[in-house]
């Protein structure tokens, strides 16, 4: 099977997906055109996925074909964008149609749920690779950035923590229990909170994806920001199969695991009692953003020594 035919078979249906109306041309022209409507920003993003290094080797196709998009996709959250379209490279050993056609369909699947289509991309052969580039739009000077926090606000999360950190221990089960199938979930399919973002624009004065664990995302607002905080471990929110399957490490895996794709934010006390409360109920207030640059972490008001954690690509110490 040559290029031009496995993008077309493959993935020229997923182009009728999503918000396809912003997308005035899609795949099979030299570049993709978007309208961005006036009063509107452009916001977008790059994710890429390297086998065994963010998903196993030998990976489910059609898992990862959701997984590909959604960790992508979280970014548009983040910044309370509404997602319009995206872009796939594609690199791969071979052109096997088994792995393709499952791709394909998970992948599909995703676009459809997180409304946004395929608008172009590239394939080419080595060693499996996936890049994804996703756009979406906001109101003109309403992206949500990492640089707002201040201090005196709440730090919340959405969701719970923890569980897809937990789930590497249990890929390879053939036959899960309960539990571990709720953690292996959230690790298969994440959700990125693209609604919540963006009914949080104007609301929330920070944001970022938690991706590569709670400390090092939240670590980006204190810096962008220029604050500290002060978190309460004894708040954050962890699913009752996370505390069966890791009991005390549970509260180091919501700290330090990455993969969750929940939403960190800073909000203003008195933003967060003008929430409504169907987005308060998907909120967890864990702690509070305070001066200096320094992040302390507390049980019940009592100090707990920090492990440092979180997912770093070019980290060499062990």
Excluded at 261 to 268: F, H
């Amino acid at each position: 099977m040559g290029e031009f035919e496995l993008i077309r078979r493959y993935f020229f249906p997923i182009a009728e997906v999503g918000n396809t109306s912003a997308v005035l041309l899609g795949p099979g022209d030299d570049c993709a055109i978007q309208r961005v409507e006036p009063g509107t920003d452009l916001v977008f993003s790059v994710d890429t996925l390297v086998e065994g290094v963010h998903f196993p080797q030998r990976y489910d196709p059609e898992k990862l074909g959701w997984r590909s998009l959604a960790v992508a996709a979280s970014d548009l959250a983040a910044m309370g964008a509404d997602p319009v379209c995206f872009t796939l490279a594609l690199t791969l050993p071979d052109a096997d149609p088994g792995w393709l056609h499952a791709y394909a369909r998970g992948l599909a699947k995703a676009a459809r749920h997180f409304g946004l289509s395929l608008a172009g991309g590239d394939t080419t052969r080595g060693p499996l690779t996936l890049s994804l580039q996703v756009h979406g739009t906001v109101p003109r000077d309403q992206a949500i950035r990492r640089s707002g926090a201040k201090a005196g606000d709440h730090i919340c999360v959405s969701g719970t923590l923890g569980g897809a950190g937990a789930a590497l221990n249990y890929l390879g089960n053939a036959t899960p229990g309960s539990d571990e199938q709720a953690v292996l979930t959230r690790y298969h399919y994440p959700e990125p909170r693209l609604d919540l973002g963006a009914r949080l624009r104007g609301c929330a004065s920070a944001a970022v994806d938690i991706s590569d664990g709670l400390v090092a995302d939240l670590g980006h607002i204190l810096q962008a920001s220029g604050v500290g905080a002060c978190v309460d471990v004894s708040k954050l929110p962890v699913s009752a199969a996370l505390t069966r399957l890791a009991g005390q490490t549970a509260v180091n895996l919501a700290l330090n695991a990455g993969d969750d794709y929940e939403l960190c934010i800073t909000i203003s006390p008195k933003a967060w009692e003008g929430l409504p409360g169907d987005i308060r109920r998907q909120l967890t207030v864990i702690g509070e953003v305070t001066s200096g640059n320094d992040l302390a972490i507390t049980h019940n008001g009592q100090p707990r020594a920090l492990v440092a954690g979180g997912y770093d690509h070019f980290r060499t110490d062990s």
